[in-house]
């Protein structure tokens, strides 16, 4: 654990230390990423000033769930789905090789070397949203704080386990990339809360494809709206981590380099 916590250390400074080469290229990525992700939250505000509303829920407890979505982002997508990208580029040139003669893990190498700073800008706008989401609500127990760390970590590992998911399908189908674009226009439906589905909807969005899980269900535990049942969620998002690891590992199985 040691050795991937220096890891993770040294490759976090090499890579900012490269951001820090060209400042305002940083400082504009991650500027854009902060705009874009409070796109939906502004068009919430405008909804909810205009007169209407989703059902049962007020604004903040609205701005709180996409809040929850934004911060899971912003801690995955750095961490875990930059290996996406990473995998697709290095399959393509040749050079995924290289990771396969370190003395290291090659899934732990495949997400250290996938890092990415620009993607922090979720965590600052997902942050202030999630401020400005709580200054308008009642300050939930310690209870409902202990089932919202429990559940936002089952969201982080569905988040990881996709990723996986996604760049194991690229040791085959490179062609493939475009998957991540379908991927992020279906989580958008997980930016708004899963009661304003129909049954069948959220059915889908909770059990087939946990969309639901990565926020919705996160901050009904924080709003006090569920009891201690909800961490059933953390059976299937265990489930689904380890499916993901089992998936890459056999994809990685079947890699056969450059001249394959």
Not at 16 to 33: G, K, N
Request: overall charge positive; charged content about 10%; aromatic content about 14%.
């Amino acid at each position: 654990m040691r050795g991937i916590a220096l890891c993770l250390a040294a490759v976090m400074r090499t890579k900012l230390a490269e951001q820090m080469a060209y400042r305002s290229h940083f400082a504009l990525s991650v500027l854009l990423l902060v705009i874009g992700d409070l796109v939906v939250p502004f068009v919430t505000l405008l909804v909810y000033n205009a007169g209407a509303s989703f059902p049962g829920w007020t604004l903040h407890e609205a701005l709180l769930v996409q809040a929850v979505f934004t911060l899971a982002k912003g801690i995955a997508f750095p961490f875990f789905f930059g290996m996406v990208g990473t995998t697709l580029s290095q399959v393509r040139e040749g050079t995924f090789d290289l990771l396969l003669l370190r003395p290291r893990p090659v899934m732990m190498m495949a997400i250290l070397t996938g890092f990415d700073p620009d993607d922090f800008g979720r965590l600052i706008s997902g942050s202030v949203l999630f401020g400005v989401a709580l200054s308008g609500l009642s300050i939930p127990s310690g209870f409902a704080w202990l089932q919202f760390v429990l559940l936002f970590i089952a969201s982080i590992a569905i988040l990881c386990a996709v990723s996986l998911f996604l760049s194991g399908m690229l040791f085959r189908w490179v062609g493939s990339s475009r998957v991540f674009d379908i991927f992020d226009a279906v989580t958008r439906f997980g930016m708004y809360p899963g009661t304003i589905y129909s049954k069948s909807v959220q059915n889908l969005l909770t059990y087939v494809l946990p969309v639901g899980l990565i926020a919705f269900v996160p901050a009904t535990a924080l709003l006090g709206r569920s009891g201690w049942g909800t961490l059933w969620a953390l059976l299937p998002a265990a489930g689904i981590l380890l499916l993901g690891g089992l998936f890459w590992n056999r994809m990685l199985r079947g890699y056969t380099s450059a001249g394959g």
